[in-house]
């Protein structure tokens, strides 16, 4: 367990090339005819996973123009985990970021203030074994390996499975890896298992047609919620809150679009933003995760919810990777920019 938090530490300090490389990729993505972003509004260098439930709001507000309504004009950069953004977040690559699970550990560390949530990962981490290695149910992973990047979404979720089922997670080998390269360690034969997050799950069924879904975060919902969202640089968060107060206003419009208009607003995205993945993909990710209307999370902010909800995930990540003099939900989460907004 020793060697697996210090990979986590490890894993949890990006390289400054890596942020380089990340940069790249927005400037690759306008140049291969991504919308034009509006050059009128204040600049915001924001970090993203490229998924349904991280950027949905996101890229629906972008070409509904919601954000340009606010006055906000984004530079968007795409990083393959939470961890390498808290990382650009912390050295001031980014001024705000938006990510899954790793919303409760980077600002438990001190990295970062949280002031929007996005939604609910209900059922956006899945575990995947290989038949061909006799593994059929999450009792059988004791003693065998199991890769995933740690200090995530998948990992709180691998945490969970494992304890549900009566196994400590030190009764299997967990292999430390980022997203991509853990999946492509599954689908090589390396391990026998791998806990991920949509949308690498079509990665594995693509490649991989005998393997089999055994337990997804659903199964701990709503007992255990997992939520993804917002964070700002601690310095940003400070001298930029009418700035996070009109991000929250044009993400507002454009996630009661979403829920609106459901089947509009995902083909939009599949065209523009996934050309590559099937709608069906794409329906499939929307799925796996809740959303709520502006009005709804208005409730959950100003009954505890959301803050205990952030503290449930942090609990876990303080615990796995001993953090030292963790910041509580309470402190690093300010319900009062949305509140303030919406």
Request: charged share 20%; aromatic share 10%; with cysteine.
């Amino acid at each position: 367990m020793a060697g697996l938090l210090n990979g986590s530490e490890k894993d949890f300090t990006m390289k400054r090339r890596t942020f380089l490389a990340a940069s790249a990729t927005f400037a690759a993505g306008t140049a291969l005819g991504r919308p034009a972003l509006a050059r009128t509004g204040t600049r915001v260098r924001l970090g993203y996973l490229s998924t349904v439930a991280v950027a949905g709001q996101i890229w629906t507000g972008v070409d509904q123009g919601s954000f340009d309504r606010q006055g906000i004009e984004f530079e968007m950069v795409r990083f393959n985990t939470g961890l390498e953004m808290f990382e650009a977040l912390t050295e001031g690559g980014l001024d705000v970021l938006a990510t899954g699970a790793v919303l409760s550990n980077g600002p438990a560390r001190g990295r970062g203030k949280v002031f929007l949530v996005n939604n609910i990962e209900v059922a956006t981490a899945q575990l995947w074994v290989r038949g061909d290695q006799g593994l059929a149910s999450i009792t059988d992973l004791k003693g065998r390996r199991v890769t995933t990047a740690v200090g995530t979404t998948a990992h709180l979720f691998l945490d969970r499975a494992l304890r549900a089922n009566k196994l400590d997670p030190r009764d299997v080998e967990i292999v430390d890896r980022s997203m991509p390269a853990a999946v492509a360690a599954f689908v090589a034969g390396e391990v026998p298992a791998v806990a991920l997050w949509v949308p690498h799950n079509v990665v594995v069924r693509s490649k991989m047609p005998g393997a089999v879904k055994i337990a997804d975060a659903s199964a701990f919902y709503p007992q255990a919620a997992v939520m993804g969202g917002w964070a700002a640089r601690n310095d940003y968060y400070v001298d930029n809150k009418d700035v996070l107060c009109r991000i929250a206003k044009g993400w507002a419009e454009a996630n009661d679009y979403i829920i609106a208009n459901p089947d509009l607003a995902l083909t939009a995205l599949a065209t523009a933003h996934h050309p590559d993945v099937p709608i069906a993909d794409i329906q499939e990710q929307f799925k796996a995760q809740k959303m709520f209307t502006s009005k709804e999370w208005k409730r959950f902010y100003v009954d505890g919810t959301v803050a205990n909800w952030l503290q449930q995930s942090s609990d876990f990540f303080v615990a796995s990777a001993c953090i030292p003099g963790p910041v509580k939900a309470t402190d690093y989460f300010d319900p009062k920019i949305y509140l303030g907004s919406v």
